[in-house]
């Protein structure tokens, strides 16, 4: 190779080289990037999903305490028909 074809390589790899190190660098600051993103959406995710829990087991309390007004008012309902039926 001649001198100045050897200069040539040299400065094509010192850029080559720059440019590698730099695409690394963004490749890696994008991985963590969406890393956090993900984390971030797991906890959105999580949190929805224990307010929802929280809803159901409202919504079941309040279906039980239902319950227990309707067997009641069965009851109430029961003993009018048959003090109804006695008169």
């Not at 040539?8 to 660098?25: D, H, V």
């Not at 309707?70 to 009018?80: A, E, G, N, T």
Request: aromatic share 6%; net charge positive; hydrophobic share 45%.
């Amino acid at each position: 190779m001649k001198p100045d074809t050897k200069k040539l390589f040299r400065q094509y790899s010192i850029w080559l080289l720059f440019a590698l190190i730099l695409l690394s660098i963004g490749y890696v600051v994008e991985r963590l990037t969406t890393v956090e993103k993900n984390q971030q959406a797991m906890q959105k995710a999580e949190a929805t999903h224990s307010k929802q829990w929280r809803k159901i087991a409202t919504l079941k309390e309040d279906v039980a305490e239902m319950k227990g007004k309707q067997s009641i008012i069965i009851s109430d309902v029961s003993l009018l028909k048959s003090a109804h039926i006695r008169h």
